[in-house]
C-alpha cells in the first residue's frame, strides 16, 4: 500500500511532465543558426570544377555526385556516375543512406548553384557530414571543362596549364557534346587514334 | 548516443553478454520475489494474488517514462527502438493459447524456466508442453502460415492508432496502471487465499 504510493508519487509527476513537454525537442548533432552561418559565410562547401573533374578523371571511388535536378533534366544530361535526387525527394527515406554518412564525398550540383546550395544546407541543418556542392553547377562545369576557352598568351604560365589540364579532362570526359548549353562547340575534336595492325606470328608450319 | 549498437558504441557481440547479464538478474529477481511460484502467477486470474501485475506493469511504465526522458534529453534515438511488427489476427490467437496456457500450467515461459532452474516437476512438465507446441508449430507451418501472417498491419505504436501525443498517451498508461494496481489490491482483499 505505501510502497504504491511511493511508486504513484514518483511515476505520475514524471508522466504530467512528459504529457506536457513537446515531443522531440532535442535532436542531437543539429546546427545551430549561428554555426550555420558561419560555414555558409566561409563557403567551405564549394568545390571547383577542376578539382571534380580530376576526382572524375581518376576515377576517385570516394566521390558520389548527386544531382538536385529533376529527373528529366537527370536524363538529358548527367555527370558521369552521378545519382539523381531531385530536391524534392531530398528527405525521403530511401536516399538518407546517401546523404547521411562518412565515408563518400557526395557533391550536390545543378544548374547554377542555387539548388545544390539548397540542398547542401538542408542536409548540413541535419547534421549531415562529407557534402559539397558543384562550384556555379553545371553551367560552369560546361564553360570550363567541357569547352574551355584558351587563355591570352599573355597570362602566367599557371593559367595555361589549368587549361591545358581542362583540355584534357574535356577529352576524357566526353567534352564538346554539350551543344545545348550555347556556345558553338566541337572545337576540341577527339584524337584521331591510329590503329596499328599488329603483326601476327607466321601460322602453320610443318 | 543510445541506442548503444545502432550508434556503433558496443557492438552486438558485447550486446549479447550484456544481454546475459541482464537475463541473469532478472531471473534472480524474479525468483526471488516469488514468480517460481505456480500459484502465485495463477493468482492473478483468480484475483487472491495480483503480484504479476503489478510488479510488470511497474517494469513497463518506469521503462517507458525513462525511455521518453532519454529522448527529450537527447540521449536517445527512438526512431531506432525496434517496435515489433503487428499481425492482429495471430496476436489474438496467440494471445489467447498463452493466456489459456497461462492459466493451466501456472507459468509463463521466462518464469517456468526460473523454476525449473530451482528444480520444481510441474515447471519442467510445462518446459516439456512448450517445447512440444514449439515442434508442433514449426512442424505445422504451413497449415496456419495463411493466419499466422493475415492483417498485417506494419509497426504501429498505440498513440499513432489513437492519434493521440506520445506523452499524452503515456500519461494516460500510468494512471490506467495504478487505478488497475488499485482493483488489483480490492480483490486481494475481495478473493483471500493462504499464502502457500
Same mark, same amino acid.
Given at each position: 500500500m505505501k510502497m504504491r504510493l511511493i511508486i504513484a508519487s514518483v511515476l505520475i509527476p514524471l508522466g504530467i511532465i512528459i504529457a506536457a513537454v513537446p515531443e522531440n525537442t532535442t535532436k542531437p548533432f543539429r546546427l545551430t543558426a549561428g554555426e550555420l552561418l558561419e560555414e555558409v559565410c566561409e563557403g567551405t562547401q564549394f568545390v571547383s570544377t577542376d578539382e571534380i573533374a580530376d576526382m572524375l578523371v581518376q576515377k576517385d571511388p570516394s566521390l558520389q555526385l548527386i544531382d538536385v535536378r529533376t529527373q528529366a533534366e537527370f536524363e538529358k544530361y548527367s555527370l558521369p556516375g552521378s545519382v539523381n535526387i531531385p530536391l524534392s525527394d531530398?528527405?525521403?527515406?530511401?536516399w538518407s543512406d546517401f546523404l547521411d554518412q562518412g565515408v563518400k564525398m557526395n557533391v550536390f550540383y545543378s544548374n547554377g548553384n542555387l539548388k545544390a546550395n539548397e540542398a547542401w544546407m538542408i542536409s548540413r541543418q541535419l547534421g549531415f557530414e562529407n557534402n559539397y556542392v558543384l562550384q556555379g553547377g553545371l553551367n560552369y562545369w560546361a564553360e570550363t571543362i567541357m569547352n574551355p576557352q584558351a587563355p591570352k598568351s599573355v597570362l602566367a604560365d599557371d593559367e595555361i596549364a589549368k587549361y591545358d589540364f581542362r583540355k584534357g579532362t574535356s577529352m576524357a570526359l566526353g567534352g &564538346?557534346?554539350?551543344?545545348?548549353? &550555347?556556345? =558553338?562547340?566541337?572545337?576540341?575534336? =577527339?584524337?584521331?587514334i591510329k590503329k596499328r595492325k599488329k603483326k601476327k606470328k607466321v601460322a602453320g608450319g610443318c | 548516443m543510445a541506442p548503444l549498437i545502432v550508434n556503433e558504441i558496443i557492438s552486438p557481440d558485447t550486446n549479447l553478454l550484456i544481454a546475459l547479464l541482464i537475463g541473469i538478474g532478472f531471473g534472480f529477481v524474479l525468483e526471488s520475489s516469488g514468480f517460481s511460484s505456480s500459484r502465485k502467477l495463477a493468482g492473478m486470474f483468480y484475483g487472491y494474488d495480483t503480484t504479476v501485475l503489478k510488479v510488470f506493469f511497474t517494469a513497463a511504465i518506469t521503462a517507458m517514462v525513462g525511455m521518453l526522458f532519454f529522448s527529450l534529453f537527447g540521449w536517445?534515438?527512438?526512431?531506432?527502438i525496434y517496435v515489433n511488427p503487428t499481425y492482429l489476427t495471430s496476436a489474438m490467437v496467440g494471445g489467447t493459447v498463452m493466456g489459456v496456457g497461462f492459466i493451466v500450467g501456472g507459468f509463463c515461459p521466462g518464469t517456468a524456466f526460473c523454476a525449473l532452474s530451482i528444480g520444481k516437476l510441474d515447471a519442467l512438465a510445462f518446459v516439456g508442453g512448450l517445447v512440444l507446441g514449439i515442434i508442433i508449430f514449426t512442424e505445422g507451418y504451413p497449415l496456419w502460415e495463411d493466419m499466422y501472417k493475415a492483417d498485417f498491419m506494419g509497426t504501429p505504436t498505440m498513440n499513432e492508432l489513437l492519434d493521440i501525443p506520445r506523452g499524452v498517451f503515456a500519461l494516460g498508461m500510468i494512471l490506467v496502471a495504478f487505478a488497475m494496481f488499485w482493483v488489483g489490491e480490492w480483490a486481494e482483499k475481495k478473493f483471500p487465499r493462504e499464502e502457500y
Open positions: 531530398l528527405l525521403s527515406e530511401e &564538346g557534346s554539350m551543344v545545348a548549353i &550555347g556556345s =558553338k562547340a566541337n572545337n576540341t575534336p =577527339k584524337p584521331k | 536517445m534515438d527512438l526512431s531506432y
